[in-house]
């Protein structure tokens, strides 16, 4: 159902959830080896300022990293997040160039440090194929006998988000909805609109979520492509939670107020555009006009209170195109008349 292109919401979202400490911290206690969990001191845990990747690849990929105690001694854990759709079987080695961007921003900053503390690198993958590729730099590396030990060597971790039912998704509740909203982008969002909304209702009984909560709903509306604007109020109105139903419908009627004077002209002159939000399409099912019907009633009885006689006449012998345009206008109008008179 989107409505606005906005920039690389993927990588918004991936920022906005593991720029937070705690959110980090319940990632990586998650997918880390069990043997370096324990020895890590999550207490020192602290994001670093800076990107690393390749300026030409910022639009597939983007990073964080943070600096943690270790056996207190100072270690470095990079998450390079990858939504590019098929994985690269040249990992290792781009990481190997953005382990050594690391190492020197380190070595500039610090210039006395006698030495350089580990990077522990994770790829945490989004695309819609499973990473089959090579996790270690040597098996890039065509090594003639008697020269490995002269060769660099490392290898990185991956979190394939392909590779995990939703139901095994691990870490706080803020982590489990973002890795679920970005592991259904790339397969239909609308297969997980479900899940999704019922883990966005457990998060509104926690005080410090809004803001996660804000970012998820707009992910949701930006990114999916499947389902329309009556699918997406079906869903929120089933969470029976009226503070996610509130900011859920206002974020919705900011996008397609932002694009709706191209969004109006396309709908009607030329029918429903695959992805938009509003869906226009003339012909639907007659099952899908009276749930736009419903859809329609609901909005206006929640912004306007009762509905006239003569406009439910109205609405109940309307085509599921005309619905439609109704549920766009009845968003941003002033009163019920403007709706159908606007």
Same mark, same amino acid.
């Given at each position: 159902? /989107?409505?606005?292109?906005?920039?690389?919401?993927?990588?918004?979202?991936?920022?906005?959830?593991?720029?937070?400490?705690?959110?980090?911290?319940?990632?990586?206690?998650?997918?880390?080896?069990?043997?370096?969990?324990?020895?890590?001191? *999550?207490?020192?845990?602290? @994001?670093?300022?800076?990107?690393?990747?390749?300026?030409?690849?910022?639009?597939?990929?983007?990073?964080?990293?943070?600096?943690?105690?270790?056996?207190?001694?100072?270690?470095?854990?990079?998450?390079?997040?990858?939504?590019?759709?098929?994985?690269?079987?040249?990992?290792?080695?781009?990481? @190997?160039?953005?382990?050594? %961007?690391? *190492?020197?921003?380190?070595?500039?900053? !610090?210039?006395?440090?006698?030495?350089?503390?580990?990077?522990?690198?994770?790829?945490?993958?989004?695309?819609?194929?499973? *990473?089959?590729?090579?996790?270690?730099? /040597?098996?890039?590396?065509?090594?003639?006998?008697?020269?490995?030990?002269?060769?660099?060597?490392?290898?990185?971790?991956l979190v394939d988000l392909n590779h995990i039912n939703a139901e095994e998704l691990?870490?706080?509740?803020?982590?489990?909805?973002?890795?679920?909203?970005?592991?259904?982008?790339?397969?239909?969002?609308?297969?997980?609109?479900?899940?999704?909304?019922?883990?966005?209702?457990?998060? #509104?009984?926690?005080?410090s979520s809004l803001s996660m909560i804000r970012t998820l709903l707009r992910y949701?509306?930006?990114?999916? %492509?499947?389902?329309?604007?009556?699918?997406?109020?079906?869903?929120?109105?089933?969470?029976?939670?009226?503070?996610?139903?509130?900011?859920?419908?206002?974020?919705?009627?900011?996008?397609? #107020?932002?694009?709706?004077?191209?969004?109006?002209?396309?709908?009607?002159?030329?029918?429903?555009?695959?992805?938009?939000?509003?869906?226009?399409?003339?012909?639907?099912?007659?099952?899908?006009?009276?749930?736009?019907?419903?859809?329609?009633?609901?909005?206006? %009885?929640?912004?306007?209170?009762?509905?006239?006689?003569?406009?439910?006449? #109205?609405?109940? #012998?309307?085509?599921?195109?005309?619905?439609?345009?109704?549920?766009? !206008?009845?968003? !941003?109008?002033?009163?019920?008349?403007?709706?159908?008179?606007?």
């Amino acid at each position: 159902m /989107s409505e606005e292109p906005i920039q690389n919401p993927h990588d918004q979202l991936f920022k906005e959830t593991f720029s937070h400490v705690e959110n980090a911290v319940g990632f990586f206690q998650s997918y880390l080896p069990a043997e370096l969990r324990t020895r890590l001191d *999550w207490g020192t845990l602290k @994001l670093e300022p800076g990107k690393y990747t390749d300026e030409a690849l910022r639009g597939s990929e983007s990073d964080l990293l943070y600096t943690v105690q270790i056996d207190q001694s100072p270690a470095l854990l990079y998450c390079l997040f990858e939504h590019q759709s098929t994985p690269d079987a040249w990992m290792p080695l781009r990481l @190997l160039r953005y382990i050594l %961007n690391i *190492w020197d921003q380190y070595h500039k900053q !610090d210039p006395k440090a006698k030495k350089l503390p580990p990077v522990l690198p994770l790829v945490l993958f989004q695309g819609g194929a499973t *990473w089959k590729a090579d996790l270690s730099l /040597s098996g890039l590396i065509d090594i003639p006998d008697g020269l490995a030990a002269y060769q660099p060597e490392f290898r990185h971790l991956l979190v394939d988000l392909n590779h995990i039912n939703a139901e095994e998704l691990q870490g706080t509740l803020i982590v489990r909805a973002s890795l679920l909203a970005l592991k259904a982008s790339s397969k239909g969002m609308h297969h997980e609109l479900p899940r999704l909304f019922q883990l966005l209702a457990e998060l #509104t009984h926690q005080d410090s979520s809004l803001s996660m909560i804000r970012t998820l709903l707009r992910y949701i509306c930006v990114v999916d %492509n499947d389902s329309d604007l009556t699918e997406y109020i079906k869903q929120v109105e089933a969470t029976q939670q009226p503070k996610l139903q509130e900011e859920a419908m206002t974020i919705a009627e900011q996008l397609i #107020t932002k694009g709706r004077q191209e969004g109006r002209q396309e709908g009607r002159q030329e029918g429903r555009q695959e992805g938009r939000q509003e869906g226009r399409q003339e012909g639907r099912q007659e099952g899908r006009q009276e749930e736009a019907a419903k859809t329609l009633l609901k909005i206006l %009885n929640k912004r306007f209170g009762s509905v006239p006689q003569s406009i439910l006449e #109205t609405i109940s #012998t309307a085509t599921s195109s005309q619905l439609e345009v109704w549920i766009d !206008d009845s968003l !941003d109008a002033e009163s019920v008349e403007q709706v159908f008179n606007g």
